[in-house]
């Protein structure tokens, strides 16, 4: 297939669009405080393994590398600039590769106005590496598969490898190429061919230390995440499948998903004859597919199936570029742009009497307060801290900066601290427990400790938020 990229450069005002908003976030990021899976992650780059219980190892390693002279919010949040960033590079790049340089300039614009990209930019979770290397691996098979580009099948492989070190989903990518594949008259053959088997084994080598981890801990995280996604009993849920219409129509920014179908319909009778479509549809598709199906018989959180959009979106660009549509791109990103000074400054553009209805920001404010207060008035030098979940825990950690912070295995969210507790020497003394909440009854505590001491309540109120922790000293 001829490449349609010629020796030009993205436009002036695109590129000035992007470096604004990477800006932006830069500016911002460290305003709000850290958000409790972001202390989780950088808990996990102070103690560094082949992999973790909840998830494999790239985001700790990530971390590790933007706190080598910092751990300050900004330093944690360079990860997710620097991740989203490169996301959206690759994917303006696939579409001027795939469909031309003003493809290209399309695609960056949906790709900033893409809201789970944006979410990625501010706030570091597994997603920021993950949506990354996806969009890489998507690149290289393109290259590779679509315009036969050899070398390209072998980078993908080692580029995929890493995408499974940052979330076990990116497996997925592979039955949307099988699909591909067999049903492309033209690069059939490559399904015969040692090439894709070569590179799935570079896919393997890479991901090992994942394996390695899960055989030495009874395969743990695979069981997990397995039983986090699916579900034991095939039961039809309405509302957990409506929800997920909802939000992966939503999510997506409904200026970018809808004319994806709407595209995909009008040119149903192409897609089979060209490559370029039948590969960006397989993989969008399939991944759509996969999780709506699983989303009839369990919640399917909205940000799993946002891989699916990389491929989306540079159909959706290439289709728009062909056509000469200029509204759909252009009121995706009003729409964002609208959205953004609103989630960034609340206090400055949500009215007084309306900012305690603002949703979630309490995960972000008033969090830093709770754990000084908690450690000036009740933490003793001796004493060893403990909390009710990971959450809670990670927070601790990173605020009260007493060394490392504990959760019984026990304890529903113990997640990975309950492969942390070799260095507790039973019976415990001296500990100071901290929890969102005032339940101590479910017997768990009684366990290892014979006395309870309710301590106080911090608090923490603002126009957005009403946050309490609450403080026991435990003892035998």
Same mark, same amino acid.
């Given at each position: !297939?001829?490449?349609?990229?010629?020796? $030009?450069?993205?436009?002036?005002?695109?590129?000035?669009? #992007?470096?604004?908003?990477?800006?932006?976030?830069?500016?911002?990021?460290?305003?709000?405080?850290?958000?409790?899976?972001?202390?989780?992650?950088?808990?996990?780059?102070?103690?560094?393994?082949?992999?973790?219980?909840?998830?494999?190892?790239?985001?700790?390693?990530?971390?590790?590398?933007?706190?080598?002279?910092?751990?300050?919010?900004?330093?944690?949040?360079?990860?997710?600039?620097?991740? =989203?960033?490169?996301?959206?590079?690759?994917?303006?790049?696939?579409?001027?590769?795939?469909?031309?340089?003003?493809?290209? +300039?399309?695609? !960056?614009?949906?790709?900033?106005?893409?809201?789970?990209?944006?979410?990625?930019?501010?706030? $570091?979770?597994?997603?920021?590496?993950?949506?990354?290397?996806?969009?890489?691996?998507?690149?290289?098979?393109?290259?590779?598969?679509?315009?036969?580009?050899?070398?390209?099948?072998?980078?993908?492989?080692?580029?995929?490898?890493?995408?499974?070190?940052?979330?076990?989903? =990116?497996?997925?990518?592979?039955? =949307?190429?099988?699909?591909?594949?067999?049903?492309?008259?033209?690069?059939?053959?490559?399904?015969?061919?040692?090439?894709?088997?070569?590179?799935?084994?570079?896919?393997?080598?890479?991901?090992?230390?994942?394996?390695?981890?899960?055989?030495?801990?009874?395969?743990?995280?695979?069981?997990?995440?397995?039983?986090?996604?699916?579900?034991? +009993?095939?039961?039809?849920?309405?509302?957990? #499948?409506?929800?997920?219409?909802?939000?992966?129509?939503?999510?997506?920014?409904?200026?970018?998903?809808?004319?994806?179908?709407?595209?995909?319909?009008?040119?149903?009778?192409?897609?089979?004859?060209?490559?370029?479509?039948?590969?960006?549809?397989?993989?969008?598709?399939?991944?759509?597919?996969?999780?709506?199906?699983?989303?009839?018989?369990?919640?399917?959180?909205?940000?799993?199936?946002?891989?699916?959009?990389?491929?989306?979106?540079?159909?959706?660009?290439?289709?728009?570029?062909? $056509? +000469?549509?200029?509204?759909?791109?252009?009121?995706?990103?009003?729409?964002?742009?609208?959205?953004?000074?609103?989630?960034?400054?609340?206090?400055?553009?949500?009215?007084?009497?309306?900012?305690?209805?603002?949703?979630?920001?309490?995960?972000?404010?008033?969090?830093?307060?709770?754990?000084?207060?908690?450690?000036?008035?009740?933490?003793?030098?001796?004493?060893?801290? !403990?909390?009710?979940?990971?959450?809670?825990?990670?927070?601790?950690?990173?605020? !009260?900066?007493?060394?490392?912070?504990?959760?019984?295995?026990?304890?529903?969210?113990?997640?990975?601290?309950?492969?942390?507790?070799?260095?507790?020497?039973?019976?415990?003394?001296?500990?100071?427990?901290?929890?969102?909440?005032?339940?101590?009854?479910? =017997?768990?505590?009684?366990?290892?400790?014979?006395?309870?001491?309710?301590?106080?309540?911090?608090?923490?109120?603002?126009?957005?938020?009403?946050?309490?922790?609450?403080?026991?000293?435990?003892?035998?």
């Amino acid at each position: !297939m001829e490449k349609l990229v010629k020796r $030009t450069h993205i436009d002036f005002k695109v590129a000035l669009l #992007f470096v604004a908003i990477v800006i932006g976030h830069l500016a911002f990021n460290s305003k709000l405080q850290i958000h409790f899976d972001e202390a989780y992650y950088w808990v996990w780059s102070k103690n560094l393994q082949l992999s973790y219980f909840d998830h494999p190892p790239m985001i700790a390693y990530l971390i590790k590398l933007t706190t080598l002279f910092s751990d300050s919010v900004f330093c944690i949040r360079l990860v997710s600039v620097i991740c =989203g960033s490169i996301t959206a590079i690759f994917i303006y790049k696939s579409a001027k590769y795939t469909f031309g340089q003003k493809a290209g +300039n399309i695609a !960056m614009i949906l790709a900033l106005a893409w809201p789970i990209l944006e979410g990625t930019f501010f706030v $570091t979770t597994i997603d920021s590496p993950f949506l990354m290397f996806w969009s890489i691996t998507v690149y290289c098979l393109i290259r590779g598969l679509v315009f036969d580009e050899k070398k390209f099948v072998y980078i993908g492989g080692i580029v995929l490898g890493l995408t499974l070190l940052s979330k076990y989903i =990116g497996i997925l990518i592979l039955p =949307g190429v099988l699909i591909y594949l067999a049903l492309s008259a033209k690069h059939r053959i490559k399904l015969v061919q040692k090439d894709i088997y070569l590179s799935l084994l570079l896919v393997i080598v890479i991901f090992s230390p994942v394996i390695i981890w899960n055989a030495e801990h009874g395969w743990a995280s695979f069981v997990f995440q397995f039983n986090h996604g699916t579900a034991e +009993n095939k039961q039809f849920h309405l509302q957990s #499948f409506g929800d997920y219409i909802a939000g992966f129509l939503g999510a997506a920014n409904p200026f970018i998903s809808i004319p994806i179908f709407v595209f995909a319909y009008k040119k149903r009778k192409q897609i089979i004859k060209d490559d370029r479509y039948l590969f960006l549809l397989s993989n969008f598709l399939f991944i759509g597919l996969f999780f709506g199906y699983n989303a009839v018989f369990k919640k399917q959180e909205a940000n799993w199936a946002a891989p699916a959009y990389i491929a989306g979106i540079i159909f959706l660009a290439g289709c728009i570029a062909q $056509t +000469n549509i200029k509204w759909i791109h252009r009121v995706a990103i009003s729409l964002i742009l609208i959205l953004f000074p609103l989630i960034k400054m609340p206090e400055v553009f949500v009215p007084v009497k309306y900012q305690n209805k603002v949703p979630q920001i309490d995960m972000f404010t008033g969090q830093k307060q709770l754990y000084d207060a908690a450690k000036k008035d009740y933490w003793h030098n001796d004493e060893i801290v !403990m909390s009710c979940n990971y959450k809670i825990a990670s927070r601790a950690w990173y605020y !009260m900066n007493v060394g490392r912070v504990y959760v019984l295995p026990e304890f529903n969210g113990s997640n990975t601290y309950k492969f942390w507790n070799s260095s507790l020497h039973l019976p415990l003394t001296n500990t100071l427990y901290v929890c969102n909440s005032d339940d101590t009854s479910n =017997g768990i505590l009684q366990k290892y400790f014979k006395k309870i001491e309710p301590l106080g309540v911090e608090e923490y109120h603002d126009n957005f938020v009403n946050n309490k922790l609450y403080v026991f000293r435990l003892s035998n």
